[in-house]
């Protein structure tokens, strides 16, 4: 299975921006899919943006125009720039990577993400 690595989390206040890294082990990282999921306090788990290994993108109806989804094949990373960050924004944030024919996949440690003034 591939590893993965997330980082860049932190406080920042309402109106800011971070730019969350998963980094990953493996030599066909390319082939995955690749998403970042939130989980706050009391709630489950969600999915807030994911990538194939197209580059085709997908986001959640509460982040579409704030948050960026990227990939560096090369480098064996994805990026999430997430700008405007409220409030509500808050939770700790894991990476995942899967084949494009399975569900589960790996997951990251997580990286916590607090917007507060």
């Known amino acids: 299975q591939v590893q993965l690595v997330e980082s860049g989390g932190g406080l920042v206040q309402p109106g800011g921006s971070l730019r969350l890294s998963c980094a990953a082990s493996?030599?066909?990282?390319?082939?995955?899919?690749v998403g970042w999921y939130r989980q706050a306090p009391g709630k489950q788990r969600e999915l807030v943006a994911d990538?194939?290994?197209?580059?085709?993108?997908n986001y959640a109806d509460s982040v579409k125009g704030r948050f960026t989804i990227s990939r560096d094949n090369a480098k064996n990373t994805v990026a999430l720039q997430m700008n405007s960050l409220k409030p509500e924004d808050t939770a700790v944030y894991y990476c995942?990577?899967?084949?494009?024919?399975?569900?589960?996949?790996?997951w990251g440690q997580g990286t916590q993400v607090t917007v507060s003034a």
């Open positions: 493996g030599s066909i990282f390319s082939i995955y899919v």
């Open positions: 990538i194939t290994n197209a580059g085709n993108t």
């Open positions: 995942n990577a899967r084949f494009p024919w399975a569900r589960g996949g790996s």
